[in-house]
């Protein structure tokens, strides 16, 4: 959806990346062992009625089954300077922006952040509730049941507002710690065919296996929180179920819970854009990939883990990504008239937009976020469905080592591809 060549992306990044610079050349303020106030928070987001699943255009009516609650979590860091950031992640397909920038208006008014201290993340999983903040009067037939969609997406705004106040009216001392494992079933799904490129499984492809985890702990030492990441899609499961739940990730987060009670467990996405669970397609599959990340968490909280310290520097930005040109009105009608496709959707929304005389965008405003833990640690996080090239992308202008990156944060719009 998005066309862009990786030399112009480098460079829509720049302004990020440069402030970025000025924040690894910023003095340090000398870290204690405890220089970190951190709360935690957690709400189920399950439907209390069937909505439409999102993730797969062939599906044609509401879940059917709940296999698995799923939540949304908060994450409230302070360091020593006061300076405060807020982490959500989610059992989601991802937040767009319309669904986002509510939640972090709400957020300013009744707690004090500005945008950039707000980092909403997803799991992508395809077995959630789709989100819609309306029913639009060209969503077709058969989608009347949308309009659950629409109530459940303003109970879900609601529901995280409070989720975040909550975490940050339990900040307490804590101690933070990072490590690095590994995830052993991410595929590359870009098949390369005589015929061209196709979804399938490319087992020479790129992909980033890496498990990174943050170990929250208490003064004395005792685990409070992990928050722990993966880069592939929440895609074990495919369009022919119709059962909730939170894929891969959600089973993770409840098999290290059930090896910690009483600790809160956090997931959050990688660059996943062209990675697949393999092997996929069963509930058990789903299953059994879970207690495979999830073993590798537990493993590492049980490893040597690096520190942490503050301050806390953060960077929030907006790349203005090309669009590709519109194609002619004759082009675009023919694109629509292919049922069940994504191009047809995409082209039908364009129609839509230019029968109402809208002028189409040429640029979409990707949002980059940025998070430096003093000189232990770099977060950054990337919007929409971000592909594996742009780790080395990433490495390369910020150095390989320290650095977790994260896609699917704040918008997702779509994919976000390399050249």
Known sequence: MIHARSALIKRRLSPVLYLLSLFLTLPGVQAGETDWKVGLAQVK?????????????SRNKPFTKVEADIYAKALALEDDNGQRVVLVTSDLIGFSAAVAEPICERLRDKAGLKREQILLNSSHTHTGPTLLVRKSDDDGEGTRDLERNVEYTRQLQDKIVELVLQAMARLEPAKLSWGVGVCPFVMNRREFTANGVILGVNARGLADRTAPILRIDKPDGRLRGVLFGAAVHGTTLGG???ELCGDYAGFAQDYVEKKHPSVQVLFIMGCAGDANPYPRGTMALAREHGATLGKEVCRLLESKLRPV????????DKAALPLQPTPPREELTKLAARKGSLQAWVAQKRLAALDRGEKLPEHYDCPIAVWQFDDDLTLVGLSGEVVVDFVSLLENALGPNKLWLAGYCNDVFGYLPSA
């Open 45 to 57: 987001i399950t439907p209390e009625y069937p909505v439409f699943l999102a993730g797969y255009a």
């Open 240 to 242: 022919e179920i119709y």
């Open 309 to 316: 310290r503050g301050p806390i520097h953060i960077a929030f």
